[in-house]
């Protein structure tokens, strides 16, 4: 309901601004094009010009975006007064279709409730009697001019909507220029993302797999030294191997995860779960694979969530979700009850919305101090 009065608003005031383009248009071809041909007038006429022009159409952009939902169109300034001036001289006849079908629709509903109203009182409004066949022919008219009325409305909108992005829009040059900008910036970033998951690996090892290692050959040593304390020493070199198998592990996964191939996202999910000291609930989904690259970046989203939430945010429930949008996006989102005040520029954060970024995906960090702290990715699945 609310988003049907906002676009009935938008409708209205675009029958408004409909009738104010023609009358500027008009005033400006019978006033300010006659002094174009004066050298002493033409500046200030084409400043007048130009404030107008872009004026209206900058108008018609927050209209779209603020009642009709458009903010694509809405948000682009790259046009200049040539792309506006045919928006306006093009667009104007739509807003004023727009507010002659608002005013026959009010005019029917309004003649509606008078015949109500009369037949109420026992009257016979127009001479029209109150008989069920009158008004099931009366009904089913209004029924099918409401419905036309409605569908009428729905096509100004969309109409309103193609017209801005065809003349007020981003050209195909203009949609292209960005697009490289965006490949670029991203192909930058994963290189970033990439260095940084190296040198976390290199870190890994060297303060963990190669410390341990050290200590389990003291231990050896010690061994062999020592006889009479051989059996225990031989038992810490034990619990110290075993030590340095999961720390291999876990540098494994976090170099990439076997599950994935062999079982699927869902079951990769499931054990980081499982490895979690903190209780995380899973709500997945999906019903088919995903595209690997997909998968991955899930799953490296899912985990660094899962490690931020643990380990900084004291956290005493996670919950995680993961589920598909119709157009064509998976969704994941992880929950924490934690502290909050995540920085989304920390470097783990940051490797994130790189590798979402470069899958052309959205990632999203909201944390606000005493939490809770949400992290969404949205990829595309094709």
């Not at 939902?69 to 727009?98: K, M, S």
């Not at 019903?287 to 945010?313: D, I, W």
């Not at 995680?320 to 005040?341: K, N, P, R, S, Y």
């Amino acid at each position: 309901m609310r988003a049907a009065v906002r676009h009935l608003v938008g409708l209205t005031l675009g029958a408004s601004t409909g009738a104010a383009t023609l009358g500027c248009l008009a005033l400006a071809g019978l006033v300010i094009a006659p002094a174009l041909g004066w050298p002493r007038y033409r500046t200030t006429a084409l400043r007048l010009v130009n404030g107008g022009v872009i004026g209206l159409a900058r108008l018609e952009q927050w209209r779209l975006g603020r009642f009709h939902g458009d903010t694509e169109a809405a948000a682009y300034r790259g046009y200049g007064r040539e792309r506006a001036l045919t928006y306006l001289g093009v667009r104007w006849p739509v807003g004023l279709l727009g507010g002659a079908i608002l005013l026959l629709t009010v005019y029917g509903a309004g003649t509606a409730v008078v015949f109500a109203w009369g037949w109420a009182r026992g009257e016979e409004p127009d001479g029209i009697p109150f008989e069920w066949w009158v008004v099931a022919y009366i009904g089913t008219f209004g029924l099918v001019l409401a419905f036309l009325a409605l569908q009428g409305l729905i096509g100004v909108v969309r109409l309103e909507r193609r017209l801005a992005h065809r003349f007020l829009g981003p050209t195909d040059a203009d949609a292209l220029r960005r697009r490289i900008e965006e490949l670029a910036t991203s192909r930058a970033e994963v290189v970033q993302a990439v260095d940084a998951e190296r040198r976390r690996i290199e870190r890994d090892l060297h303060d963990g797999v190669q410390q341990r290692l050290v200590a389990l050959g003291m231990l050896l040593g010690q061994a062999r030294r020592h006889p009479a304390r051989s059996a225990e020493l031989v038992e810490q070199a034990h619990e110290e191997s075993r030590q340095i198998l999961d720390d291999l592990r876990e540098v494994a996964w976090r170099v990439y995860p076997t599950a994935l191939d062999n079982l699927g996202l869902e079951e990769a999910l499931a054990r980081v779960a499982e490895r979690s000291p903190v209780p995380v609930t899973v709500e997945y989904r999906l019903t088919g694979r995903l595209p690997a690259p997909v998968e991955a970046a899930a799953y490296f989203v899912v985990s660094e969530a899962v490690t931020n939430a643990t380990k900084h945010a004291a956290a005493s429930r996670i919950s995680l979700a993961v589920t598909t949008e119709q157009d064509g996006f998976v969704t994941v989102t992880i929950t924490d009850d934690g502290a909050g005040g995540a920085d989304p520029a920390g470097s783990g954060l940051t490797g994130l919305a790189r590798r979402v970024a470069a899958l052309d995906g959205r990632f999203e960090v909201r944390s606000p101090a005493g939490g809770p702290t949400v992290v969404e990715a949205e990829l595309p699945c094709g």
